[in-house]
């Protein structure tokens, strides 16, 4: 991470976990632990805890965020959420594009693109996932799968909306399994991310651009990921469900 040039901040992506009273439980539990963050601290909870959450995260450093929203403002889509329906909340982030919906969810780079351009037209602060499957790294062409997700997913995003965006690397083949990249891995992705950035808009925007890693990041190897440079904060899934150790990545990324 790159303190002087942009942002550090670490998102507890919490998936379809806890009820609202698990929810509860667990923001006040993290809450004195990451009550002296060196960076940014963020949960993205399922819609179910949103209002629970933002009650409980009040007057301290927790912002939250949702794991998702629509892009179209109202209407006849069954099981939708729309982005002005979580910024009328008071929710502050939303994840868009996370692999999880594109495999399992049929979402597609235009798909993406649209969710993110209304997430920040609405005024949501977007963590925009891109990432390889294991099959595209075997192949050889990790980078320019990144690359194009990062450019389709951008389309239409002004210099101005990209102070708003943050980006998560996140290799499919790492999320849930254990199996992390390396932090040499993660620096050469997020790095290339950075410079296809850098080419759509300008090097002083790239440089400004917080690029997470996420993928079984955990208390134990959270340290060395964010110790390279282009690493700058994680997106957190199954370590974020447990107070102490996402204190531990918080901590981590607050040295
Ligand atoms: P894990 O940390 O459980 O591998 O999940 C990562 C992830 O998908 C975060 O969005």
């Given at each position: 991470m790159n303190r002087e040039l942009r942002k550090v901040v670490i998102a507890g992506n919490w998936k379809m976990n806890k009820n609202r009273a698990e929810a509860k439980e667990l923001v006040n539990a993290m809450k004195d632990k990451v009550a002296n963050a060196k960076c940014d601290v963020v949960v993205c909870v399922p819609f179910t805890d949103l209002e629970t959450v933002l009650s409980a995260a009040q007057g301290s450093n927790i912002k939250v965020g949702a794991q998702n929203c629509h892009f179209e403002k109202s209407g006849a889509f069954t099981g939708e959420i729309s982005a002005d329906m979580l910024t009328e909340m008071g929710v502050e982030y939303v994840v868009i594009g996370h692999s999880e919906r594109r495999q399992y969810f049929g979402e597609t780079d235009e798909t993406v693109n649209k969710r993110v351009l209304a997430a920040l037209a609405a005024g949501l602060k977007v963590i925009l996932c891109v990432g390889e499957m294991l099959a595209d790294r075997e192949n050889g062409i990790t980078a320019e799968l990144v690359a194009l997700q990062t450019k389709i997913a951008l389309r239409g995003v002004t210099a101005e909306q990209l102070k708003n965006v943050i980006i998560a690397y996140e290799p499919v083949w790492a999320i849930g399994t254990g199996k992390t990249a390396t932090a040499q891995q993660a620096n050469e992705v997020n790095a290339l991310i950075r410079a296809t950035v850098a080419q759509l808009y300008c090097q002083d925007c790239a440089d400004a651009l917080t690029i997470q890693y996420g993928g079984s990041m955990n208390a134990k190897n959270a340290a060395e990921l964010l110790?390279?440079?282009?690493?700058?904060g994680g997106l957190i899934?199954?370590?974020?469900?447990?107070a102490d150790d996402f204190a531990v990545i918080v901590d981590a990324a607050s040295k």
């Open positions: 110790a390279q440079p282009d690493v700058d899934g199954g370590a974020s469900l447990k």
